[in-house]
């Protein structure tokens, strides 16, 4: 899986974070789809009518992804938009916005174990042959995503702003 680095350059550059966006950031399976879905019910104060009817990644595309680039780029009004990018990769322009940032973060342990089980069948990246095989590149950062030590620090950095929310998918499970 890979994002040629003429669309990430893109996406740094030219694309306009506005003031009245909602960015929900993670680092691979670290809960995205569930806070998606959960962001998207407060949108619409509990009706489950939108989430049934359209997509989620119309609701709250992902920036990385062509399709979902396309989807926002034009979009009007608020938009959802979701990322797995580092902070160093993300679209300049939010770094002057007052969007509003959700950043979930989980427990490595876990993110490891479900990394592990979700890229061993997958079908389009170097699958590991075990555990142990999917700890060591997990620890030195040679995952698909990159570093999740250097992913979580690197978004840990704007957690003083205002706009910045942290939220754990630890906390999440015990609400």
């Given at each position: 899986m890979e994002f040629p680095s003429e669309h990430l350059r893109e996406v740094q550059e030219d694309f306009i974070i506005k003031d009245e966006d909602v960015?929900?950031?993670?680092?691979?399976?670290?809960?995205?789809?569930?806070l998606m879905e959960t962001v998207c019910l407060i949108h619409s104060k509990g009706d489950p009518k939108w989430i049934q009817s359209v997509p989620i990644g119309?609701?709250?595309?992902?920036?990385?992804?062509?399709?979902?680039?396309?989807?926002?780029?034009?979009?009007?009004g608020p938009r959802f938009i979701t990322s797995h990018l580092f902070v160093q990769l993300f679209p300049r322009s939010f770094f002057k916005s007052k969007?509003?940032?959700i950043y979930l973060i989980r427990n490595p342990r876990d993110v490891l174990v479900s990394g592990y089980f979700f890229w061993r069948i997958a079908k389009f990246v170097k699958r590991p042959q075990s555990l142990e095989q999917y700890f060591e590149w997990f620890v030195e950062g040679n995952v698909v995503f990159g570093s999740w030590f250097d992913h979580t620090w690197g978004w840990m950095?704007?957690?003083?702003?205002e706009n910045f929310l942290i939220l754990s998918y630890e906390e999440m499970k015990w609400a």
């Open positions: 960015l929900l950031l993670t680092y691979p399976q670290s809960g995205m789809n569930w119309e609701r709250s595309p992902w920036v990385e992804a062509f399709s979902g680039y396309n989807l926002l780029k034009d979009k009007e969007a509003k940032v950095s704007m957690r003083n702003k």
